[in-house]
């Protein structure tokens, strides 16, 4: 059904005149006549009789002018769906619970108004075609990771050096570290579950275990965060990786561990990614206030893996986050 004549169809009903209805749509009284009759047609009855003073709804015109409007009604709301500006801002990150959620909630306190719809798609491959197919607005992903080409008109910025801590049990061998270097993990397990071939995190710990040694291990299934602070909480020999900014609340006789460290800090390198013909005005929003965050830690003394170098990173946010300009 054509929605520009059901449109001038509630146009006439409620003025009570073609001529009238005509003004109201910017259109030609000719062209209101042509709207009215292929929409009669196509319904198969009269929804107007014309009369000297104008046009009267027939019966058929009173039972479909309800439902005339709910049409259109239906039509501006999926408009507004999909409208930038009108509907939230879309953004993916890898993980509801992780350190990029806290940056997306930082956010959304200083630009309240702002609507958001946090998305978690798997990879930077489905990220990537989801930006470009407009499913999402904006993706935190790690880019340069071997394998993984960003098209020409996917634009990506560092935003976020990620610094990494060593988390144990309360009889682990390094549990009453205040501090450790990443030489000094070299041949201790890493259990992490998570982590899946392909992937940028994956790649991102393959190139730590190159540089310093740790034997990261993901066999076993991936129940989720509580599962695996059980098991680094009663072993000895198990520690994982998490970021500093990483929300956690375990249970009290867990007693877990989280250890600085340093020399160099491992960071992971998150970039946002967006379409360049995206114009949506909370994007341009989102970006400037990524970039105003305050550093807290110097350019060096940091880490990341050989295919992140080619895409400088910012220095890292403080703990609190980007900060409004």
Known sequence: MDLNAVRTFVAVAESGQF??????????QQAVSKRIASLENEL???????????????????????????????????????????????????????SLAGLLRDFHRAHPGIALDVMTLFDADTAVA???????DATFRAVGMPGLRLPDDVEAVPVYDEPLQLLTGPAHEFATATALTPAQLA?????????????????YYDALAAEFGPAIETAGPDFGIEALLDTIAASTTLATFLSERTPLVW????E???????????????????????????????????????????GTGVWTPRWARHHPPRQAA????????
């Open 19 to 28: 001529q009238r209805a005509a003004v109201d749509l910017s259109l030609t």
């Open 130 to 136: 989801a930006l470009r197919s407009g499913t999402i």
């Open 187 to 203: 041949g201790r397990r890493i259990w992490m579950p998570g982590n899946v071939p392909g992937t940028e995190w994956t790649a």
């Open 318 to 325: 403080d703990r609190r986050g980007p900060e409004p300009r």
């Open 251 to 254: 249970p009290a006789g867990y």
């Open 44 to 98: 198969g009855v009269l929804l107007f009789t014309r009369t000297a003073r104008g046009a009267r709804l027939t019966v058929d015109g009173q039972v479909f002018l309800p439902h005339a409007r709910d049409l259109l009604h239906a039509q501006d709301r999926a408009t507004a769906a999909v409208s930038p500006g009108r509907r939230a801002l879309r953004v993916d990150v890898v993980g509801r619970r992780l």
């Open 256 to 298: 877990l561990r989280r250890i600085p460290l340093h020399r160099p800090t491992p960071v992971y390198p998150h970039s946002l990614l967006w379409h360049r013909r995206n114009g949506h005005p909370a994007l341009a929003a989102l970006r400037d206030h990524l970039a105003a965050g305050r550093p807290n830690r110097p």
